[in-house]
C-alpha cells in the first residue's frame, strides 16, 4: 500500500512501509518553504518492541541537510537514509506512538519519492489521509503557530461566504483528544468524542459576521505526544469546501453512542448529557445533516440557595481580582475523603460566564447554560488524600461592565456540605458525571540534592582573572535552613536586602535579622556569570574585536545590510542557529541591562563588569543600526527557513540573508516597544560608564517610542518569515513595558501616566503565565512597582511569584524544578527566578522570593546530580544543539557533524541548555533540540538572577562583617 502527501513547496513523499509491530501509518508536513521541507512520521506501535529498531528511508531524488530528531541517522548518497533508534527509545510499548520528524533540502527538484521499512515487514496502511488541497478553493485556513510536545497551539482563519446574523456556531475538530483548550475569540459550547470535538460559539461582540470578512481565532490545547494534532474547522451556514479543509475528519461527524450519566437521590442537575440533534446544513454539495451532542442541564429550584453562615465550611472561594469583561476566582477546598485514581469537581456561577481558564485542573464538559462546568485532575495530582487541600485559580469572561458572579466549587466524593459552599448554584447537583480517563501512574525517584563545586576556570583565553576576598570559604553540602521569628512583612514595606535561607514555603515572609543569612554561597555565582558572558561572546555576529576570546569564532555575516544598503552588522545569533530575530534579542538585552542596574555589585565582585558592559553593548550597537530612520526599524535579518536547512560554521555561510523592515505599512508595536525598553534600561545601566553613550541610548528610545504607539500591529503579522519561530501574541504588554522603561530612565511622567494607563486598560494586574520574551506583564508589574511603589503592584507581583511555589499553578519535577514547558523549561524558571530577586530586594515576600530564585537557579547548576550549564559543575551538557561549537577547529563542518557521536569539539561555555522532561530526566543529545537547544533568551534571566543571588551573599557577607 502508499499513501502519498503533497507539499505546498512541491516535493511529494511516497512511503511503501514494512514494518514489525506497527498498525498504521500518518505522514505529514509541519512546515515546507522553496527547495526544502520539515515531515513527520508517526506510527503507532501494535506490539511491543525491544532492543531498538531500524527504519530506512529511499528518496528518488537526493536530499541532502537531512536532520532528523529522535533517531540516528547515515547515509552515503543522499539518498538513502538509515534511522536506528535513540537509547532513550530503543523499546517501544504496544499502545505507544513513534514520532520521527525530519528536516531536509531538496534543491528545488520536484517528484521526489520515498520508501520507508520498519524492521522489514510490511503492513497496509489505511487510505491517503492529507488530500489535495489545490483543486478546490480553500476559505480556510489552519496553522500550528506553536507545535511543542503536551501543549500546542493553533490558528483558524475563514472568509465569511454568506453572513450571519446574530450569533453562528462552529466546529472545531480534532484527530486526537485535545483537552484543557484555551480559545480567544469564540467560547465553547460543548465537547463531544472524548475531547476531539468542540462546538463553539460567538462572543458578544463578534455575533455579527458578514459576507467577506475574515474570521480569526487562536487557541491553546493539550493534545500529548511530540507533534500537534491535525484539526479541522468548520463555521455554520458557509459554502462548502469538506473536501479542502476536513480532510483528516470529514464533513459527516456521526454521533458516538449516548451514554446515561449517574445520578444520586439528592440530584436535579444533570450535567453534559449526551443528546444527538440534526444540524441542517446549508453544503451546496452535500446535503447529509451533521449531528452533533448537546450537553443539556435541568433548571435549579429557587428554594436551593441556602444560608451559608451558620455550618462548617470545607471550601473557601474568593474572588481575587476583576477588569472589564473578566474576572479571576480561586477554590480551596479541604479533602475529606481520599482520592486515589483521579477525581472530577463541579465549577457552578451563579450567572453565564463566556469563556474559562483553569490552573490545576482539566475542562471535560459545559452546560447549555455556560454556568456549570465539569472538570477533571491534571496529570501531575490525580491523588487527593483526606486532609489536604486542592487549590484551583480560574479566569471567567462575564459580560462587560457586569460585576462578578458568585460561584461554588463542589468536589466529588466528599462529605456533604451542600448547604455551605454551594449557595450561589444549590446543593442539590450530582457528585460526578463523567468518568475522568484513568490517569497514567510514574515512578519518580528522588534526584540527588547534594552540592558539588563548580569545575574550574576554561584554559586562557577564556580563563576569568580571580579576585581575592576576604569572604571565600569552603562551600556547605547542604542548604543552611535558619528557625525564623514571627513577624510578616506587608508588600509595601521597603525592607533590607537581606534574608534567610530555609525550605521552601508558601506561607507569608518572616523579616529576619541580618545574621540569619550564611555568609558563603553554595556555588560560585562569579564563575557561572563570568562562563554566561562567555556564552554572549559566543553569539556575535558581525566583525569581532582583536581581542576575541572565543577562539574558534571569527568574523561573520560581514554582508549583513538593509534594503538600502545599511549597515546591519553586528547583533548576536539567536541560538544554535545564525538567524538574527530582533525580538528575543531586544528582550535579552532588556533583561540583562535590568540584571546590571540593580545588581552592579555582583559583577564588581566577580571582576565582570567591564565585561558586561561590553556585552550588552554589543547587542545596543547593533539596534541603533536597525533603527533606520523615522518609523523604520529593521527586525529581522536571515532567513528562519533556509538557515535551518544548513549546518555549519556561520564564518562560511553563503545563503542569502534578506534584511526584514517595519514601517507604517508593516508595523510592529511588539519588537519595536521592546527594542526601546531595551535601549532606555542600557541607557540607565551606561549613564556612569559613558554618558554620551547612554544619551545615545536614550534619544533613539524616545525617538522609536512614538512609531511602536502610533503605527500599532503585530510585528509577526508583518513578518511571515518571523511567525513560524518568534509568533508575537500582541503589544499592549510592550508599550507598557516600553513606556515604564523610558518613565524610569527619564521621569517624564507622561510615559509613567501611559504606562499605567495601557496597564489598566488591557488587564495587565492578572497573573502572567510567565515572565519571557513574548510575555512582559510580570516584569510590567515589578517594574511599576519599582517606580511607584503602589501597593496594586506589589499585590499582582506577589500572586505571581507565590503561583510558582509547589502545589500552585506550575508544576514540579520530583528534584525540585518548576517545569513550565517541556520547551526550555530552565528559560521559565530562570525568568521567574529573576523576577523573584528583584521583588525580594524590594521586599515583597521578602524570603519566599529568595528561597524561589534560590532553589530553582541551585537546581540548574547541580542540586538535582547534574549541571545544566555548559562548562560548569557535575557532569554539564556537553552536546549542546549549537552549530559553531559542533564544528571541529578545522575541516568541513555540515550535517554530519550534527549527527556525530561524542562531546562537541568546542565547548561553548556558559550556556544554559532547554532542560530535562517532568521527571527531571535530560538527554545529553545534539539531535535533541528540545532538551539540548540554547538560546540568547535561556541565558538572560538566569544570568541576571545568579547577579541577584550573588548580590545577596555580598550583603550578608558585609553584614557579618559588621557584627
Not at 460561584?407 to 459552599?421: G, H
Not at 511588539?670 to 541607557?683: F, I, K, P
Not at 499553578?809 to 530552565?826: E, K, M
Not at 550534527?898 to 532542560?915: E, F, K, R, T
Request: proline share 5%; hydrophobic share 35%; with cysteine.
Amino acid at each position: 500500500m502508499k499513501t502519498s502527501a503533497k507539499l505546498s513547496g512541491g516535493f511529494i513523499l511516497v512511503l511503501s512501509l514494512c514494518f514489525t509491530g506497527a498498525s498504521s501509518l500518518s505522514t505529514r508536513v509541519i512546515q515546507s518553504w522553496p527547495g526544502g521541507f520539515k515531515g513527520v512520521v508517526s506510527i503507532p506501535i501494535s506490539a511491543r518492541i525491544q532492543g531498538g529498531w531500524t527504519m530506512e528511508i529511499t528518496f528518488r531524488k537526493r536530499v541532502t541537510n537531512f536532520q532528523v530528531w529522535r533517531a540516528n541517522a547515515v547515509t552515503s548518497d543522499n539518498k538513502v537514509y538509515t534511522l536506528t533508534n535513540k537509547p532513550w527509545n530503543a523499546d517501544l510499548n504496544d499502545g505507544s506512538v513513534l514520532e520521527i520528524e525530519f528536516l531536509g533540502n531538496t534543491g528545488g527538484s520536484r517528484g521526489a519519492t520515498g520508501r520507508v521499512t520498519f524492521n522489514g515487514e510490511e503492513i497496509a496502511t489505511p487510505p491517503p489521509t492529507v488530500l489535495d488541497v489545490e483543486t478546490c478553493s480553500a476559505f480556510t485556513t489552519l496553522e500550528v503557530v506553536d507545535g511543542r510536545p503536551a501543549y500546542f497551539r493553533g490558528r483558524v482563519s475563514v472568509k465569511v461566504t454568506k453572513s450571519l446574523n446574530n450569533g453562528w456556531t462552529a466546529l472545531l475538530s480534532f484527530s486526537r483528544p485535545v483537552r484543557n483548550l484555551q480559545i480567544w475569540t469564540a467560547t465553547v459550547l460543548g465537547i463531544e468524542r472524548n475531547s476531539k470535538i468542540y462546538r463553539l460559539g460567538n462572543m458578544q461582540w463578534n455575533a455579527n459576521l458578514q459576507e467577506g470578512d475574515i474570521y480569526v481565532t487562536e487557541f491553546l490545547g493539550e493534545a500529548g505526544g511530540s507533534v500537534a494534532p491535525e484539526f479541522s474547522f468548520r463555521l455554520e451556514d458557509q459554502l462548502d469546501e469538506c473536501d479542502c479543509t476536513e480532510a483528516y475528519l470529514g464533513c459527516s461527524l456521526a454521533p458516538e453512542p449516548t451514554t446515561d450519566v449517574p445520578t444520586t437521590q439528592k440530584a436535579t442537575t444533570t450535567l453534559a448529557v449526551p443528546t444527538t440533534t440534526e444540524v441542517a446544513s446549508s453544503s451546496t454539495r452535500a446535503s447529509s445533516t451533521s449531528p452533533t451532542t448537546v450537553y443539556q442541564v435541568q433548571t435549579l429550584p429557587p428554594d436551593t440557595v441556602v444560608d451559608v453562615e451558620n455550618c462548617t465550611i470545607h471550601t473557601r472561594r474568593e474572588t481575587l481580582e476583576q477588569w472589564d469583561g473578566f474576572f479571576r476566582g480561586r477554590v480551596t477546598t479541604k479533602v475529606t475523603n481520599s482520592l486515589l485514581n483521579g477525581w472530577t469537581a463541579l465549577l457552578s456561577f451563579s450567572e453565564p460566564v463566556t469563556s474559562l481558564q483553569l490552573w490545576r485542573a482539566r475542562l471535560v464538559a459545559i452546560d447549555s447554560s455556560s454556568q456549570v462546568y465539569l472538570i477533571e485532575n491534571e496529570s501531575f495530582n490525580s491523588q487527593l488524600m483526606e486532609g489536604e487541600e486542592y487549590e484551583a485559580t480560574f479566569i471567567a469572561g462575564i459580560a462587560p461592565g457586569s460585576d462578578a458572579p458568585e460561584f461554588s466549587f463542589r468536589l466529588a466524593d466528599q462529605l456533604e456540605e451542600c448547604s455551605c459552599d454551594l449557595a450561589a448554584t444549590g446543593c442539590t447537583v450530582a457528585t460526578s458525571t463523567l468518568s475522568p480517563e484513568e490517569p497514567k501512574s510514574t515512578s519518580m525517584e528522588t534526584s540527588p540534592s547534594s552540592r558539588v563545586t563548580s569545575t574550574s576556570s576554561p584554559q586562557d583565553p577564556t580563563s576569568r582573572t580571580s579576585v581575592a576576598t576576604e569572604e571565600s570559604s569552603s562551600v556547605p553540602t547542604s542548604a543552611p535552613v535558619s528557625s525564623l521569628e514571627p513577624g510578616t512583612a506587608t508588600s509595601m514595606t521597603r525592607l533590607p536586602y537581606t534574608t534567610a535561607l530555609r525550605k521552601l514555603t508558601t506561607d507569608e515572609p518572616s523579616i529576619v535579622s541580618t545574621t540569619s543569612m550564611p555568609v558563603d554561597a553554595p556555588y560560585d555565582y562569579a564563575e557561572v556569570l563570568h562562563l554566561s558572558i562567555l556564552f554572549y561572546e559566543a553569539q556575535r555576529s558581525g566583525d569581532l574585536p582583536p581581542d576575541n576570546r572565543i577562539p574558534y569564532r571569527g568574523d561573520s555575516a560581514l554582508g549583513d545590510q538593509g534594503l538600502n544598503g545599511e549597515d546591519l552588522t553586528g547583533g548576536w545569533y539567536d541560538a544554535g542557529d545564525h538567524v538574527k530575530f530582533g525580538f528575543p534579542m531586544a528582550w535579552t538585552a532588556t533583561t540583562l541591562a535590568w540584571g546590571l542596574i540593580e545588581f552592579k555589585d555582583a559583577y564588581q565582585r566577580a571582576n565582570e563588569l567591564e565585561n558586561m558592559y561590553d556585552s550588552l553593548k554589543w547587542a545596543t550597537d547593533y539596534f541603533l543600526k536597525c533603527h533606520a530612520g523615522k518609523n523604520k526599524f529593521y527586525a529581522q535579518v536571515g532567513d528562519g527557513f533556509v538557515d535551518h536547512g544548513n549546518w555549519g560554521r556561520p564564518e562560511e555561510m553563503t545563503v542569502s540573508r534578506p534584511a526584514f523592515l517595519l514601517d507604517q505599512t508593516k508595523p510592529g508595536s511588539d519588537v519595536v516597544g521592546e527594542t526601546v525598553a531595551a535601549l532606555a534600561a542600557a541607557s540607565i545601566a551606561f549613564k556612569d560608564k559613558d554618558a554620551n553613550y547612554a544619551d545615545e541610548l536614550l534619544l533613539n528610545a524616545k525617538l522609536l517610542f512614538p512609531f511602536a504607539v502610533a503605527f500599532q500591529g503585530k510585528y509577526s503579522d508583518s513578518i511571515p518569515n518571523a511567525a513560524s519561530f518568534y509568533r508575537s501574541s500582541g503589544y499592549q504588554d510592550e508599550l507598557a513595558w516600553a513606556s515604564a522603561w523610558l518613565y524610569r530612565a527619564t521621569n517624564d511622567v507622561s510615559y509613567l501616566t501611559f504606562a499605567e494607563q495601557t496597564y489598566s486598560d488591557n488587564g495587565m494586574g492578572g497573573l502572567p503565565w510567565a515572565y519571557s520574551w513574548d510575555d512582559k506583564m510580570a516584569g510590567v508589574q515589578m517594574l511599576l512597582y519599582q517606580v511607584t511603589a503602589k501597593s496594586t503592584y506589589s499585590s499582582a507581583v506577589e500572586r505571581f511569584i507565590h503561583s510558582w511555589l509547589p502545589n500552585n499553578q506550575v508544576a514540579y519535577t520530583p528534584g525540585g524544578l518548576a517545569w513550565r514547558d517541556q520547551w526550555g523549561p530552565n528559560r521559565y524558571a530562570a525568568n521567574t527566578a529573576f523576577i523573584a530577586t528583584i521583588a525580594a530586594k524590594e521586599g515583597i515576600s521578602l524570603s519566599t522570593s529568595f528561597n524561589l530564585a534560590l532553589s530553582q537557579i541551585n537546581y540548574m547548576l547541580g542540586d538535582n546530580g547534574r549541571s545544566f550549564v555548559v562548562g560548569f559543575g557535575n557532569n554539564p551538557p556537553d552536546r549542546p544543539h549549537h552549530r559553531s561549537s559542533s564544528c571541529p577547529s578545522s575541516g568541513p563542518c555540515d550535517s554530519n557533524n550534527l549527527h556525530a557521536s561524542g562531546p562537541n569539539p568546542q565547548v561553548l561555555y556558559g550556556a544554559l541548555v532547554g532542560g530535562p522532561d517532568q521527571n527531571d530526566v535530560f538527554t545529553n543529545d545534539r539531535t535533541d533540540y528540545i532538551t539540548n537547544e540554547v538560546a540568547c533568551d535561556y541565558n538572560a534571566g538566569f544570568q541576571s538572577a545568579v547577579a541577584g543571588l550573588l548580590h545577596f551573599f555580598i550583603e550578608a557577607q558585609s553584614a557579618a562583617r559588621e557584627t
